[in-house]
């Protein structure tokens, strides 16, 4: 190929990139009215930090950002100039474990979305890297893990709802790993690798703010970089915090065991729920559980149905939106699932 060919395919290439790029951030600002946004994070001018230190670095050959920290909750770098409520936010990490020799160290890095820029509120998607290649399968199923601040840690999250919130996915410390989140209503999923398949979907975000910053976070003992971030915002789906408990509920439980069905009648008093269940697992069952903008958490005791008829404990957890509701179910050792509900008119 001559000289002049090989200039003018590579204009045309150029030019279909820059296409491409005019088309997405342009539909983005006509769905939503904000463009979409890149950041190279070659320096520090984009970002605000606290918690801990960044620095404008070279790490495995391009420039990025390093963050680290001695606090316990970790260091948070806020985007500026980005709100987000549904849209994918795309970028490149990595990190180094600088722990001494023999003290394990998995690696935690993530990023925050729809946070408040104290860091007060936040939902996050986080790695751990060093997990990925354990010989302990349950370790290797923590993997990528999502939180949701405050009141919903690992801790809170693995013991009430194992390895739904956490999962496996082939990671490499200390290599650059792409990461993309989508976020939409109350459901984010992550990918990593450029998979087209996520690694982990969160149906029913914990955290409390529907719209917020995005945020790079890094924890104690370890170097954690970034590098190139996107953010392309989508169409807002309507959904409200608020949603009232109060009323009469169609229940079905879509669980690993089978199908399930009852009715709840709910009374709301402030953040304090009580109620009743009747249907699968028994009559008349005392329910009670918490309020909080919408999202409720409810328990009851019941009768596991069968040809050995046993005591059990159910529990709820999941938002109120309008008429409907959605979250996780379970009972308690045997059956786990999703719950939906409508209320009766």
């Not at 996107?230 to 169609?250: C, I, L, Q, R």
Request: charged share 20%; no cysteine; net charge neutral.
């Amino acid at each position: 190929m001559t000289t002049r060919k090989v200039s003018g395919f590579l204009s045309a290439t150029a030019a279909v990139l820059l296409g491409v790029s005019t088309f997405i951030s342009l539909n983005a600002r006509q769905s939503t009215g904000q463009p979409a946004q890149s950041f190279a994070l070659t320096d520090l001018s984009d970002l605000t930090v606290t918690g801990g230190k960044a620095e404008a670095v070279e790490y495995r050959g391009r420039k990025a950002v390093r963050l680290t920290t001695q606090s316990e909750e970790g260091v948070f770098a806020f985007l500026k100039g980005i709100q987000i409520q549904d849209g994918t936010i795309e970028a490149d990490i990595a990190m180094k474990a600088t722990t001494p020799p023999g003290v394990r160290m998995p690696g935690f890095i993530g990023i925050a979305f729809r946070a408040r820029t104290d860091a007060s509120h936040y939902d996050m998607f986080y790695l751990r890297p060093g997990n990925s290649h354990s010989e302990n399968q349950a370790m290797r199923n923590h993997s990528v893990q999502y939180i949701a601040a405050p009141g919903f840690d690992w801790y809170k999250l693995r013991r009430e709802w194992p390895w739904v919130y956490e999962s496996y996915a082939d990671l490499q410390p200390e290599a650059w790993t792409k990461m993309k989140i989508e976020v939409h209503g109350r459901t984010a999923k992550l990918y990593v690798n450029g998979s087209d398949t996520p690694s982990l979907i969160v149906n029913g975000l914990r955290g409390e703010d529907l719209q917020g910053s995005v945020a790079l976070w890094g924890y104690p003992g370890e170097e954690a970089y970034f590098s190139n971030l996107k953010f392309v915002p989508a169409k807002a789906e309507a959904v409200t915090n608020g949603g009232e408990a109060s009323g009469t509920w169609d229940v079905k439980f879509a669980s690993d065991y089978g199908a399930y069905e009852g009715s709840m009648e709910l009374h709301r008093a402030g953040n304090e729920v009580q109620g009743r269940w009747s249907g699968a697992f028994g009559q008349d069952q005392p329910v009670s559980g918490t309020w909080r903008n919408g999202y409720v958490e409810l328990a009851f005791s019941g009768t596991w149905p069968g040809e050995k008829p046993a005591p059990m404990v159910a529990t709820m957890a999941g938002w109120i939106d309008g008429d409907s509701a959605n979250g996780r179910m379970k009972v308690e050792g045997r059956a786990d699932g999703q719950w939906t509900a409508l209320r009766k008119k």
